[in-house]
């Protein structure tokens, strides 16, 4: 109760934000057809930036409703006024239900913390940029000292109406399907006006979510931006 009662709050604080979105996603990968919903927030200030998104899938086996949550919250420090590195922190985690049936169940997902170096660039007009992140991992009841290589980008193109962003992550965990996960997930959006936009996003990923080796599952998608 405390966890859904935390998620809750997060996701009434993203409504009163800036910067902030709301996506709706039909995922329509093999065996997968479920909706997902993405609070998302990137908010930079003065000391460097905050970003933090909750995900919400919905109907995945014979669940109805909410089958799970997942959450993650960072933070970047600058090192310096002329400097592109930050201080990178970062928290994830989640839980979920199953139900094949009459056979059902909870689960979480480990808790993960990370910290480490940030480098990012931006041009002048903020039409395109990127970061990379090196940082150290520990996965609650997995391992307590790992690691993970992040990437993210944006490019908008033909005066912003159209939108590629996206990240990729490549980190090391004990898992029974491969020690070495890979996921990204890019999106191409068409922006109709400032605040409305629709597209897709196709996670690809290796040994991802308890699904062994590769796997690639395309979404069509709608986004609000506040």
Request: charged share 20%.
């Amino acid at each position: 109760m405390k966890r859904v009662l935390l998620v809750l709050i997060v996701f009434c604080a993203a409504l009163t934000a800036k910067s902030q979105n709301i996506q709706t996603h039909y995922d329509f990968g093999k065996d997968r057809e479920y909706l997902t919903t993405t609070v998302e927030m990137f908010k930079p200030d003065k000391l460097g930036n905050t970003f933090f998104f909750i995900d919400f899938n919905y109907g995945k086996g014979d669940v109805e409703g909410v089958s799970d949550a997942y959450f993650e919250i960072a933070r970047c420090f600058k090192l310096g006024k002329k400097t592109p590195l930050s201080w990178h922190a970062e928290y994830n985690g989640g839980f979920g239900q199953w139900k094949a049936g009459d056979a059902g169940g909870a689960f979480t997902i480990n808790d993960a913390w990370l910290t480490g170096l940030d480098y990012s660039w931006n041009n002048e007009d903020f039409s395109k940029g990127f970061s990379l992140k090196a940082l150290f991992k520990t996965i609650r009841n997995t391992n307590d000292a790992s690691f993970q290589l992040t990437g993210v980008w944006y490019v908008h193109m033909l005066d912003r109406k159209l939108s590629f962003t996206g990240f990729a992550d490549f980190w090391k965990e004990d898992n029974p399907h491969g020690d070495y996960i890979f996921l990204t997930e890019p999106q191409l959006w068409y922006n109709v006006c400032k605040h409305f936009s629709f597209g897709t996003e196709v996670e690809i990923s290796n040994n991802f979510a308890g699904m062994d080796g590769f796997k690639v599952n395309p979404t069509v998608a709608a986004k609000w931006t506040f």
